[in-house]
């Protein structure tokens, strides 16, 4: 499986940015995908997941209500509509994914930049 991250960028504060995670040559429905982040000095943090084939993302709660996370199963791609950033979502993006049973994600994309500033 690989994933492909794009959609990152600058942006001001209160705007919005949509990334797009591509999946390839592997399943899509089965696995859970998530999206993660890192800022500099900082560990990577969760930030959503999702089944696609169930729906219902799961959320870390500094992005509830901000942040929207989905799936299209035609095109094997996840997204993350991510609204009203603030300077503190500034960090680099990952799109992961693992099988449904475990915890422990095994594939990682190559991470997209996200900038929040004015």
């Known amino acids: 499986v690989q994933l492909q991250a794009s959609g990152g960028g600058w942006v001001q504060p209160g705007g919005s940015l949509r990334l797009s995670c591509a999946v390839s040559g592997g399943p899509f429905n089965s696995r859970i995908m998530g999206w993660f982040r890192q800022a500099p000095g900082q560990e990577r943090a969760f930030v959503a997941s999702?089944?696609?084939?169930?729906?219902?993302?799961a959320y870390a709660d500094f992005v509830k209500g901000r942040f929207t996370m989905s799936a299209d199963s035609a095109k094997k791609t996840v997204y993350l509509q991510m609204n009203r950033l603030v300077p503190e979502d500034t960090a680099v993006y990952y799109c992961a994914s693992r099988p449904n049973w475990t915890n422990e994600y095994d594939t990682w994309g190559q991470g997209t930049q996200v900038t929040v500033s004015s």
């Open positions: 999702i089944l696609p084939s169930r729906g219902r993302p």
